[in-house]
């Protein structure tokens, strides 16, 4: 075999090669930005489902509030008005005021004072509940939601942690 003739058998025109090497990074290509626009779908699906739930919520409260109000006398929540120690700590509750339409005037201590975003009071079946929202610094959207227990006097519930995003068992007495 002459040397011409080696060097062509050694030479490969494959343009098969070539092409799929070519289409290898557009195949990946596309398949992120399917991904992309489903996980963006995704997410905006999350955001419009909370918003309307967020919206319904408070529509749902304030009918609720307007519906407490007719019925609720500026004493109904009396017997909450006091301080609260939880009995696995120094935490404090400090309800100086709650109103016929459930709003509080409530502090919370821990020890210092931690500011309270919202706080409300209201009658489910007949029970009485307090729902506090702090938000400060190293309580970012943290919750109480207490009910209160006439024959023990005192209230229970859960305390969420929003910075570690867990929700403990509490139980708050009256500190005379």
Same mark, same amino acid.
């Given at each position: 075999m002459s040397t011409r003739r080696k060097k062509r058998r050694h030479v490969s025109h494959k343009p098969v090669a070539a092409s799929s090497i070519k289409r290898?990074? =557009? !195949?990946w290509v596309a398949l992120g930005s399917v991904g992309l626009a489903i996980a @963006? +779908? /995704?997410?905006l699906y999350y955001l419009q489902s909370a918003d309307s739930h967020q919206a319904t919520a408070t529509t749902s409260r304030q009918s609720g509030s307007e519906k407490v109000m007719s019925t609720l006398k500026d004493d109904q929540f009396g017997n909450l008005i006091g301080r609260?120690? &939880? =009995? $696995? +700590? +120094?935490? !404090? !509750? $400090? !309800? &100086?005021? /709650?109103g016929a339409n459930g709003q509080m005037d409530v502090a919370y201590y821990n020890p210092k004072s931690i500011h309270i975003s919202r706080a409300e009071a209201s009658l489910k079946k007949g029970a009485q509940y307090i729902f506090i929202e702090l938000q400060d610094v190293g309580y970012p959207g943290s919750t109480y939601t207490l009910m209160y227990r006439p024959q023990q006097d005192i209230l229970a519930g859960f305390y969420?942690? @929003? @910075? =570690?995003k867990q929700t403990f068992e509490v139980v708050f007495s009256r500190a005379e």
């Open positions: 290898f990074p =557009v !195949i @963006a +779908g /995704i997410f609260w120690r &939880r =009995v $696995d +700590g +120094g935490y !404090i !509750i $400090d !309800i &100086r005021r /709650i969420f942690q @929003a @910075a =570690v």
